[in-house]
């Protein structure tokens, strides 16, 4: 079993709708949880930091539920420019990561 | 803002020669990572670094050793290149005790002809 686990998609939302994505993870001392944002033939770039009740930061909200185990992200009035892979990602041991294979999303006009 | 630099974005070799990639940070952080990233697998942890000449071996640290030197300067090292270590490269670097976000370079796309 993946320690962390995302459904990989594709998401093919238009523009302005509003899609959520949900990430499991199987580590229970996981601490730290985080969204990142990747382009095509990018890096990643962090997105958001998940914090212990959630946290909102404009069109995005990202949800943590520990007693489940699993983060959410949903973005509202989608853009075009939101098209990329989403990557959900808890700590593990020490100052590791562990990074979910994405979910891919693209925004049709 | 937190920059992450990489000595190449592409680079191709051939099967038995060593490779050298270099990371480089510019905030002061303790923690350095370096990954690959396969179509399908995701990221993977090669091997990461909290201190200056010290390593831990990652999940996948078979075919490649690092070097840490100097605090801002992380260097991958493949001693013979094979053609399954024909991959994106990434380095991640980090530094919060309370927020351990990883920030990443620019990726080197390496061929292993």
């Known amino acids: 079993r993946k320690e962390v686990e995302q459904d990989p998609g594709p998401f093919n939302v238009p523009e302005g709708a509003t899609v959520a994505f949900n990430c499991t993870y199987s580590n229970s001392a996981s601490q730290s949880f985080f969204w990142y944002r990747q382009d095509c033939r990018k890096e990643p770039k962090l997105l958001m930091s998940v914090y212990s009740s959630g946290n909102e930061d404009g069109r995005f909200t990202a949800q943590l539920n520990r007693a489940s185990q699993y983060i959410s992200l949903l973005i509202r009035d989608s853009k075009l420019s939101d098209s990329a892979t989403y990557l959900c990602v808890a700590d593990g041991s020490a100052r590791q990561l562990t990074f979910g294979s994405g979910t891919q999303l693209t925004v049709l006009p | 803002d937190v920059k992450v630099t990489q000595s190449s974005r592409y680079l191709v070799k051939r099967t038995g020669e060593k490779v050298f990639l270099e990371c480089v940070q510019d905030?002061?952080?303790?923690?350095m990572f370096w990954y690959r990233q396969d179509p399908g697998l995701g990221l993977r942890l090669i091997y990461f670094?909290?201190?200056?000449?010290?390593?831990e071996k990652g999940d996948i640290p078979e075919g490649y050793s690092v070097s840490r030197e100097k605090k801002e300067r992380f260097s991958l090292i493949l001693e013979s290149a094979s053609t399954n270590q024909t991959s994106m490269y990434l380095c991640?670097?980090?530094?919060?005790?309370?927020?351990?976000?990883?920030?990443f370079g620019p990726g080197t796309r390496l061929t292993v002809l």
């Open positions: 991640a670097s980090g530094g919060s005790v309370a927020y351990n976000e990883q920030f």
């Open positions: 670094s909290y201190d200056v000449k010290m390593k």
């Open positions: 905030m002061d952080h303790e923690n």
